[in-house]
């Protein structure tokens, strides 16, 4: 199936731990982002990789790093969780050109206790 | 913050009836874009419409773009249960931005 996938789809993990979230899109789509969906469903852009090289990147703090491999993986780890780093993280790739929707994968459900 | 806001914040109708959704932007923009997300689930794009454009259709959904008002509507005609879902516009505002910008969603409800 032609898709963006991440893993884990749920993560629950204690304050002050490391994690990581793996997403992998076969669609050969060139940019790649992270959004956080938090508890009022607001969406917010994290960053934007385009084949490899980080575009954007909002003001996120540096404990959350990503890293992209190659243009199909864009991976994301996170230093020292705090309770507020809960979320839903969700990847989404999309064409390097304009005027195309993006394909989202079904999120990662974060739980920081 | 957010780009868009959307109206209603929340939604119900009966089935069969027809659902409209608005959504207001504040900057000039690229693109407009409609998702859709299940609870639970991921954002799945329905409709873009370009900054050029005034409506465009797909199936049971009619998109309209008011650039002189920063304002765009999403219609769903025949509702259906399996519309039940929140909904989001996004905007794209130039090329080279990579990046989609939210709104706030609105929840749509259809009673069957």
């Known amino acids: 199936d032609t898709a963006v996938s991440q893993t884990p789809k749920y993560l629950v993990t204690q304050m002050g731990n490391d994690k990581s979230i793996k997403c992998e899109q076969n669609l050969g789509h060139d940019t790649m982002y992270w959004y956080k969906q938090d508890s009022k469903k607001f969406l917010k852009i994290m960053f934007s990789y385009n084949n490899k090289e980080l575009i954007i990147n909002e003001t996120v703090p540096n404990r959350f790093s990503p890293k992209s491999p190659d243009k199909a993986h864009l991976n994301l780890h996170i230093n020292s969780l705090e309770l507020g780093d809960s979320a839903v993280y969700f990847c989404?790739?999309?064409?390097?050109?304009?005027?195309?929707?993006?394909?989202f994968g079904s999120g990662t459900r974060l739980t920081v206790v | 913050s957010q780009q868009g806001e959307e109206d209603p914040q929340a939604l119900s109708i009966q089935e069969g009836e027809n659902a409209t959704m608005n959504c207001s932007y504040k900057?000039?923009?690229?693109?407009l874009q409609w998702y859709r997300q299940n609870s639970g689930r991921g954002l799945v794009h329905l409709i873009l419409i370009r900054s050029n454009e005034r409506e465009k259709h797909s199936g049971r959904l009619r998109v309209t773009l008011d650039t002189s008002k920063k304002s765009s509507s999403l219609l769903i005609t025949a509702s259906r249960a399996a519309d039940t879902a929140s909904y989001f516009c996004a905007t794209d505002k130039d090329f080279g931005n990579e990046k989609l910008t939210f709104g706030t969603g609105t929840r749509l409800t259809i009673i069957p």
């Open positions: 989404a790739s999309s064409p390097r050109t304009s005027n195309y929707g993006y394909t």
């Open positions: 900057t000039s923009i690229n693109n």
